[in-house]
């Protein structure tokens, strides 16, 4: 596997190298790599390398909503470990599943400022 590190690019190499990208896109990418249920791979012509039926299966949306806030002139918001972070897990009205919703803060720095 070729992969590329602060501009360097180098060679790889492994028995077995399995590559992900994140909750989004690894089952896409597993099954393009030939990992996964043997029939949707065959629907698309894609050879199977690993049967792997639990592959795209159990998914989850991850929705996202940024809010962006900026504040008075003079006012510096912290921006060290003593900044302000919190977490909320809770259920959604009517879902099967405990916890199926999080909210929680993130500090960002835009334009050289803390957001």
């Known amino acids: 596997m070729e992969a590329e590190s602060g501009g360097e690019i180098f060679t790889v190499g492994a028995g077995r190298v399995v590559l992900s990208s994140g ?33 795209g299966q159990n998914l989850m949306n991850h929705l996202s909503a940024q809010i962006t806030f900026k504040v008075k002139d003079g006012i510096v918001l912290e921006t060290g470990e003593d900044a302000a972070h919190f977490g909320l897990h809770y259920t959604s009205t009517g879902s099967e599943q405990k916890n199926d919703m999080v909210l929680r803060t993130q500090r960002l720095l835009m334009k050289g400022k803390s957001v």
Do not use: D, T, Y
Not at 32 to 47: D, N, R, W
């Open 23 to 55: 909750a989004i896109r690894s089952p896409q990418l597993l099954m393009l790599s030939g990992i996964g249920p043997k029939e949707q791979l065959e629907q698309f012509g894609i050879p199977q390398i690993q049967e792997s039926p639990g592959v």
